[in-house]
C-alpha cells in the first residue's frame, strides 16, 4: 500500500502541516516531562492507544530521572546512570514523537470535519417488487407509489369510488338538499322541520376537487327516519319500493319512530341489511301525542 | 357474568361460510359484520340476531337482607 502525498496547497501546506506539529514542542522542549500531553493529544485524537500510552511511560521516566537525579551525590555513579537515562528518554520520545507525527500529519489530512462534509440526501429507496398476492386480496392492497410517489415518479389519484354498497351519489343531490322538497310532513303533528343543509361552497374545501370529486369518501347524506318519504327510503341499499313503503305505513300507524331500532324493525332489516345504512339513519323523536277527547285532570274514585 | 366473546366460523360442503357470534351482547354484535367480510372476502347474504342480541347483561349484585330486624 502506497501513500500518495497531498497537494501542496490548502491544508496540506507547508504551514499546515507545521501547525499540526506544533505538539512535538512538548517532549522537546520539556526534557520529555510533559511528553504526555503531546502524546496523549495525538493518542486520543487519532484513537491509537499505543501513542498515548508510551508518552506517559516517557513522562513518568523522565520526571523521575529528572527529579530523583539531583536528590543523589552528584559525583556518585546513580546520579550519572539517571542523567543519562533522561537524556536516552527524552531522545527516544523525540525520536518517536517524530515517527508518530508522519502518521499523525496523514491520520489529520484525511480527516473531514462534519461542519465541511457536504449534506446529500439519502436516496429514496427503491422498494423490492411484491410477491403477487392471491385472488381474494388483489383488490385489498393499494398498489406501490399509492399514497407517495414511487421510484417513477407521482402516481395518478386512484379514481373515485363509492364505498361499497353504496351506490354513488353525488354530494348535494337537489333531491335530497332543496328545501321543500322532502320536508313535508309525512304525519300529523310532527316537529319543526329541521333547516336545509348550507350549499356546499364553490371554493374547493380540503380534501375536495374541482368537479365535486373527494378525494376522501363522501359523505351520505343522511335520512330522518320520521321525514323522509318512500321514495327517500328507496335509495337506501337493501330497500325496495315496496318495502319503503310499509315503512311509511307503520311509521304513520304507530305515530312516528320512537329510535331507529324501532325503524329497523318496521322495515324488518337484517342485521348485515341494518349495518349498510345505521350511519345514514338519524331519528328526530315524534312529539308526545296528546289525545283531544281525553278530561284534563286526576280521576279519583271515591 | 357472561363469558369470554366468541365468534365460530363454519365453512360448509358447499363453499358457504356462516359465522355465529357467541356472548356478544346488544349491537356490538354488527361490529363484527364488516370484519367477517374482510377476512372472508365475501359479501354477507343472510343474517339474523341470536338470542344474545336482546339478553340483558347480568351483574353479580349480591343483597343482604338482615332478617333479625322486625320490619313493624
Known sequence: MTWTPPERSGPRSFWWRLGHSAWLLLPILSFGCLSAAGFCYVGIRARREAWWVSGIIYTLLANVCFFVGPELPEDSVWSTLLVVALLCTWMVSVVHAVIINAAWLRWRAAQHPWYLQPQTPAPWPVPAPSAQLPPHLQGLAPPPGH?????????????????????????????????????????????????????????????????????????????????????????LPGIDADRAARIVAARIAHGGFHSVADFTAAAGLAPHEFVAIRDRLTCTPPPPQHVQDQPFGRIVDV | MTEKPRIVVTVNPDGTVSAETLDILGDDCLDYIAVLEDLIGGKVRDSAFTADHTRQRTFGTQQQVNRDVDPA
Not at chain 1, 414511487?150 to 395518478?156: F, I, K, L, N, R
Not at chain 1, 304525519?187 to 370529486?213: L, N
Open chain 1, 147 to 235: 399514497f407517495y410517489g414511487g421510484p417513477g415518479g407521482p402516481q395518478p389519484a386512484a379514481p373515485y369510488r363509492s364505498a361499497p354498497g353504496f351506490p354513488p351519489q353525488p354530494y348535494g343531490d337537489p333531491a335530497i338538499t332543496t328545501p321543500g322538497s322532502w320536508l313535508p310532513p309525512p304525519y300529523p303533528g310532527s316537529p319543526a322541520p329541521v333547516p336545509p343543509p348550507v350549499p356546499p361552497d364553490p371554493v374547493p374545501a380540503f380534501g375536495e376537487q374541482a368537479g365535486g370529486r373527494t378525494l376522501f369518501e363522501p359523505i351520505a347524506a343522511t335520512l330522518d327516519v320520521n321525514r323522509a318519504e318512500a321514495g327517500e327510503f328507496a335509495t
